[in-house]
């Protein structure tokens, strides 16, 4: 039987069925596909009652002598006032007649009053900015997180399930009109026999369409991705969990709401680069495909800058998402072809990269560093991603990995090469000759350090780095970037975090140098918990000092106090002797609170950068320190309340910069332990569970030691004793 016989036997309420299955489904392709601007309409719609709920509120609270500055002289607010209008919102709720009944309050009186508070009220409502408090937790602001999670949610539909659910709709959708006739008997008892084939072969077609394997998968996709886009599935409690784990994430998908973007200075967030420059940048559509996090605006330009201007630094102030901004170009270059990309960075970032691009993106990521780097780089070549090498390590790559075609190179923490007789700097110019296109990454103003500038830039574009001029750097920081503009972007946090809350907080992973790791072996064999967790910060060589000195130098050149938590007293003397003269001292619990107290008003004082030492115990409660804009914890916290304490410090009222939080954290090391206890995961799953895919890989192995111990489960063990445990099964000294 053909499939027009087939269909024959469909002929009206069957057909109907068919016909209304798929207008239904093709309805919530739609429906799916435009989910993402619908959704972003309904926050902004959330977002303009609750501020303007806040608006009414201020002016509930402000007297009508604020209406002053505003009216004309001879205003009789006086009389107003003595008749029970008190404040902004008693004017501009009480009818004209109203305030016209106050003996000496003329017509005119009125008019001006309420022209004075209109304009206030205006003012007001500029000055309002959307944050999300998490002690307050009101349904408005648990309504709009969920919306923000159904968006984040639909952006990833939408992108994902665009082609195939276009390519459904433009199929079928010529078919359903043909197909129409095949719904109504009569309509075919009365049509011509062409058109009556001509129903029954789209009726047929329609029912081969349904019942492809391939259509079946993506119904049930598009199914479970309706119940995340709707802001209902959200449990309210797992929401605000989520904003206070990644608040970053959820306030970049708050920033692309309509209404939200303009707090932002448009010519401040694109580097103040010249208009003409500017347009072409920004006319470069970024293909985010391949990304999974949301881009705010400002990141959108940086991405498509470096894109633009193939060869070029990106300066951004700390805190900014330099690492994610270059991501952005990897993925946007993979998704138009583009298959191998390298990163050169200090050994003490290298982790992280590592992990950046794991949670970013859908790349994978390679590490060109350790004993494994040169069977890794072969890997990297044949399959493409991420390597991610160290300044120390690229020299000593071998040949093919080493001259490999690389679509983009970044330099990351690129004024390590500012000094071009060194051979670290000349290995990374080399590199950057190879390269199709390079972006250097810094923290550092440059502005202020012209020489090292024009060393950097003369690796890039050498004809702009003669044309660099030092009298720029003289006139000011917006007349340099936009003398440099085409090879330098930088933008400061108070230009493009204005509409975010108070907080940014970033993982920063390392790898433990090398008698780092001798000495924490020996405290695991010993076994001693405390001697486990200082060992990632036991000696002048260690990675996470190293990291440390960055982040401090970062911050000394933007101006900005530092704030560092430990818990240990070893690991703040280690750091005091590492920065010598830039702190101010250090809280522990030897010190008397009045002392502290000076130690922390002194900190204050200090005119631009300081850096105040803690012990967590000591320093985390109690005491005000909105000086600092910078925190750094050291090591993880048992308690995650304990950590979030330290930092609610600066993190308070009274603070007028953004927060960034760092914690410094070692791989393969008790940092680990304690971080899958703070996230409420199982102890060591990571490393069963590669130990389960070496064995799925090749099936001789069968060695039964790689059971999961059931005592890391055991809750009547004590936790302390469970990660010590747990550390000595995976270093093999326990089976």
């Known amino acids: 039987m053909d499939q027009r016989t087939a269909a024959r036997g469909n002929v009206g309420s069957a057909a109907r069925e068919t016909i209304a299955a798929v207008r239904s489904f093709a309805e919530r392709a739609s429906a799916l596909l435009t989910a993402p601007q619908v959704l972003r309409d309904s926050a902004r719609h959330q977002i303009e009652i609750v501020n303007g709920d806040h608006v009414a509120a201020r002016l509930r609270e402000m007297p009508i002598d604020a209406l002053k500055d505003v009216a004309g002289r001879g205003v009789r607010l006086r009389a107003l006032e003595q008749a029970g209008y008190r404040t902004v919102a008693d004017v501009l709720n009480a009818p004209d007649y109203r305030l016209q009944q106050v003996p000496g309050v003329g017509q005119a009186t009125v008019q001006e009053v309420r022209r004075a508070a209109r304009t206030v009220a205006v003012r007001v409502h500029q000055d309002v900015r959307f944050r999300f408090d998490p002690d307050r937790r009101d349904p408005a602001q648990t309504q709009l997180l969920a919306t923000l999670a159904a968006v984040r949610a639909a952006d990833g539909a939408a992108t994902a399930l665009h082609e195939p659910l276009q390519a459904f ?29 001509a129903a029954l072969d789209a009726l047929a077609q329609l029912d081969a369409i349904l019942a492809d394997p391939r259509v079946r998968a993506l119904q049930q996709t598009v199914h479970l991705r309706e119940q995340a886009v709707d802001p ?165 790559l071998p040949d093919d990995v080493r001259n490999a075609d690389v679509a983009m190179l970044v330099v990351d923490e690129a004024h390590y090469v500012k000094n071009p007789n060194a051979a670290r700097s000349q290995t990374v110019q080399a590199a950057v000759k190879r390269s199709q296109r390079t972006f250097f990454l810094t923290g550092t103003p440059m502005e202020n350090r012209v020489e090292e500038f024009r060393t950097l830039v003369g690796y890039l574009q050498p004809n702009v780095a003669r044309s660099i001029n030092a009298t720029d750097a003289v006139a000011g920081a917006k007349a340099f970037r936009r003398a440099v503009a085409p090879v330098y972007l930088r933008r400061n946090q108070e ?68 704030l560092v938590f430990s818990y240990f007293l070893d690991t703040l003397k280690l750091i005091h002797e590492a920065l010598g003269d830039a702190v101010v001292g250090s809280i522990t619990g030897a010190v008397p609170p009045a002392l502290r107290q000076q130690l922390v008003d002194d900190f204050a004082k ?43 410090r600066a993190h308070r009222m009274g603070q007028v910069r953004t927060v960034q939080v760092h914690r410094l954290l070692a791989k393969d090391c008790i940092d680990e332990r304690i971080r899958e206890i703070q996230e409420g995961k199982r102890l060591l799953f990571d490393e069963f569970a590669r130990k389960s895919e070496v064995k799925d890989a090749d099936r001789r192995a069968v060695d039964t030691a790689d059971h999961r111990p059931d005592v890391l489960d055991d809750e009547s063990v004590p936790l302390e004793r469970r990660v010590l445990l747990a550390e000595r099964y995976r270093l093999g000294l326990e089976r």
Not at 509 to 524: F, G, P
Not at 527 to 550: C, I
Request: hydrophobic share 40%.
């Open 169 to 197: 709709r433009t199929q079928v959708a010529p078919l359903v009109v043909e197909a129409e006739r095949a719904s109504s008997r009569l309509k075919m008892a009365f049509s011509w026999r062409s058109k009556k084939d």
């Open 495 to 562: 230009d493009v975090l204005t509409e975010l809350p108070d907080k940014i907080e970033v993982e920063s992973w390392v790898q433990l140098s090398d008698t780092d790791e001798a000495r924490y072996e020996a405290a695991v064999s010993k076994p001693n918990l405390m001697a486990m967790r200082q060992a990632p910060f036991s000696t002048p060589s260690s990675a996470k000092l190293e990291r440390l000195r960055d982040l401090v130098e970062e911050a000394a050149q933007d101006g900005m106090k530092v």
């Open 232 to 396: 209902r599935s959200y449990d309210p409690e797992q929401l605000w969990r989520d904003y206070l784990s990644d608040a970053a994430s959820v306030n970049a998908v708050l920033s692309t709401v309509a209404g939200m973007g303009g707090v932002e200075d448009e010519e401040a967030a694109r580097g103040f680069v010249p208009e003409e420059l500017r347009q072409r940048i920004s006319a470069i559509p970024l293909d985010t495909s391949k990304l999974t996090s949301t881009l705010r605006g400002y990141q959108v330009f940086g991405a498509q800058y470096a894109i633009h201007q193939e060869r070029s630094i990106l300066g951004d102030e700390m805190g900014l998402g330099k690492t994610i901004q270059a991501l952005a170009v990897f993925a946007h270059l993979a998704a138009k072809g583009q298959r191998r990309f390298l990163v050169v960075c200090p050994a003490s970032v290298q982790i992280n990269w590592l992990n950046e691009t794991g949670k970013h993106t859908l790349l994978a990521a390679h590490s060109l560093h350790g004993p494994d780097r040169d069977a890794t780089g072969r890997r990297w070549l044949r399959e493409g991603g991420v390597a991610v090498t160290t300044f120390g390590t690229l020299a000593r």
């Open 606 to 648: 200090r005119p631009g950068h300081a850096v105040l030492l803690s012990q967590i115990e000591a320093g985390g409660v109690g005491i005000n320190m909105q000086a600092a804009s910078v925190v750094i914890l050291t090591e993880p916290q048992w308690k995650p309340s304990t950590e979030e304490q330290a930092i609610a």
